[in-house]
């Protein structure tokens, strides 16, 4: 049977093959305990998720095997071994213990996808020291936001990417190291003269460093990765993840993604975000698996040569790639080979139902979605390949993960009505806390329920729904984009007084950034100004976070008590009912 005789034109379903009821008998009264075992413990409570993710396997087979297959934007292609990635990590805690970092103490990479992120990543939790990500795209007052509030005590970056952080670095009386990875030894004249922070050339201190060093034997429940994430009011928020959570990204991923030991996998997601790190890093490696980084920007040509190129098996994409490479239409994928694809997987937006029936004439392979977040460490209600699709569903919780949709009462709804989709706690990969921000943390409870923040609805088949957010959080091109960080920078504009910033639904993006806009005295709108405060965006905050569009208002909706009716606006934009407007000013 192939994929294509699996579905069921008629009710848009896909049937799975035989063997879904023996996953799911396998999965039957399923206890995280009881996996344990899976991954090595230096005793019942202690063990580290870099250890598991590396070195573990050099003790095995694997020890030769190819952890990491690099191609860099210019088509390099690089190759390294589960062995070389326990020495060039082991090298990077030498080097970080020789500077004196701690454990705890945090350690940021801002990188592109280079194979250093492996080294610097899985060296910094190998110390116990906690390891934190910067996607490339980031401006100076996002470094600043996160660099500041966790008080980062080192920054691993490029000589390029320096250059944003040299403008704050004043700002950031904890960073002590900035250490420069790049393919020469840094030159000492470029400019890159500092002494607060100390740069440190990567490449030497490497070249110096031994390439033996024993893993600290943290406890399971240490932090271990901390990942800023955007919510809908004030600054980004710490979600912190412990050493532990590596269990379920093991699991997930040898589960969901279906990983035999000879596939070739990619995880087109960055490492700045949750996917990157979780199944880009920790969850394929602990499998034993081969890892595709892929460095070069999005192109529907370049990504369909280089899954043909490397015989890619498993591919972990997102709604908006998909999406792109639909436009650029069938004609395109005819030329290519995908016999290989084994199976292909999408997370962080809503998957229409049009790309997966898309998925089924360009790769023969349905795209089975994947629900999860930054707070939750890894995929929780997923379509696993063998179960059957309903277009447009989510799919159904792993096994060990309850979820619910509840009504604001904290109590469950019936079948096909809309509530807030929640999680009873107590899952390995749940972040532990906010960074410093506890109180906050505490908030996103109902008794024994994490409250996600979306809103869904389960059908009578148990399959969930994804509606959309119950608060104010963008996704543009599945990315996560807080509206209050936009607007603090958009009011930091010479030419802005006031600015409420939207998500607005796009087609090809998922969303975009729609900005309402206050002038001061003085300023008119024009094309000019609209490009200025774009690029201003771009600089401050992330090149992706810019509001596409904006629209210049004489006053903007407020309550009584000041505060901006973003959902007015929404409202307004969309064409919806503007709900009660009872506490608008007049
Ligand atoms: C959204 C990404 C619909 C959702 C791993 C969630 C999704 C937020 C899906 C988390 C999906 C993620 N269908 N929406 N399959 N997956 N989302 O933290 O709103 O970047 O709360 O984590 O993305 O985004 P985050």
């Known amino acids: 049977m192939t994929s294509t005789d699996l579905i069921q034109k008629d009710k848009k379903t896909f049937v799975p093959p035989a063997y879904l009821d023996d996953y799911e008998h396998a999965l039957k009264g399923f206890d995280w305990n009881s996996i344990h075992k899976e991954l090595e413990w230096f005793d019942k409570d202690h063990m580290n998720a870099a250890h598991n993710a590396v070195d573990r396997h050099t003790k095995t087979a694997n020890r030769n095997k190819v952890a990491v297959i690099y ?103 904890d960073l002590t190291y900035v250490v420069l990875v790049s393919t020469d030894l840094i030159p000492q004249k470029e400019g890159l003269v500092s002494s607060v922070p100390i740069l440190i050339d990567y490449k030497k201190e490497m070249l110096e460093a031994s390439k033996n060093f024993t893993v600290v034997k943290t406890h399971a429940e240490d932090p271990a990765f901390l990942l800023y994430t955007s919510g809908s009011t004030g600054k980004p928020k710490g979600v912190v993840h412990a050493h532990m959570a590596i269990l379920q990204q093991y699991y997930t991923h040898k589960m969901i993604h279906d990983v035999h030991p000879e596939d070739v996998y990619w995880c087109t997601a960055d490492h700045g975000w949750v996917t990157g790190i979780s ?124 979820a619910a949709v ?61 509606i959309g957010r119950a608060d104010d959080v963008i996704k543009t091109s599945g990315e996560r984009v807080g509206p209050f960080e936009v607007e603090s920078v958009l009011v930091e504009h010479p030419a802005i007084a006031e600015a409420a910033v939207i998500g607005k639904p796009d087609e090809l993006r998922g969303e975009i950034i729609k900005a309402f806009i206050t002038l001061r005295a003085g300023f008119t709108p024009n094309p000019d100004l609209e490009e200025d405060i774009k690029k201003f965006v771009k600089q401050h905050l992330a090149a992706h976070a810019y509001p596409r569009e904006m629209a210049f208002m004489d006053k903007l909706p407020k309550t009584r008590s000041g505060k901006i009716m973003r959902r007015l606006l929404k409202a307004r934009e969309l064409g919806l009912p503007e709900g009660d407007t009872s506490t608008l000013e007049d």
């Open 279 to 402: 199944y880009g890093i920790l969850g394929p490696l602990a499998n034993g698996g081969t890892i595709l980084q892929y460095e070069g920007r999005f192109d529907p040509e370049i990504w369909y040569e280089t899954l043909e190129r490397h015989e890619v098996n498993i591919w972990y994409t997102a709604p908006t790639a998909i999406r792109m490479l639909m436009k650029a239409g069938l004609e395109v994928v005819k030329k290519y080979d995908f016999s290989h694809l084994r199976h292909i997987y999408s997370v962080g937006e809503p998957l229409n139902p049009e790309a997966i029936r898309w998925g089924m004439q360009a790769f023969k392979k349905p795209f089975h979605d994947t629900w999860w977040q930054t707070e939750t460490g890894s995929m929780l209600i997923v379509n696993y390949p063998t179960m059957p699709i309903k277009l447009g569903s989510m799919g159904k919780p792993f096994p060990g993960i309850t």
């Open 406 to 466: 509840l009504d604001h009462d904290g109590k469950e709804v019936s079948a096909d009505v809309e509530g807030d989709l929640a999680i009873k706690r107590g899952w390995p990969s749940m972040m532990r806390t906010l960074w410093h921000d506890e109180e906050r943390y505490k908030k996103l409870f109902k008794g024994d329920w994490y409250i996600t923040g979306d809103r869904a609805r389960k059908d009578s088949d148990g399959y969930f729904w994804y």
């Open 71 to 173: 191609e860099s934007s210019s088509g390099k292609i690089e190759k390294y071994t589960y062995l070389d990635l326990k020495h060039q990590s082991n090298k990077f805690a030498n080097v970080l213990t020789k500077l004196g970092i701690k454990k705890g103490e945090r350690v940021f990479l801002f990188l592109p996808r280079i194979p250093e992120v492996y080294a610097t990543f899985l060296g910094t939790l190998k110390i116990g020291a906690i390891a934190s990500t910067l996607f490339s795209a980031f401006g100076e007052d996002a470094l600043l936001d996160r660099l500041g509030h966790s008080k980062a005590k080192m920054v691993v970056t490029t000589p390029d990417l320096f250059k944003r952080l040299a403008s704050i670095k004043d700002k950031l009386p």
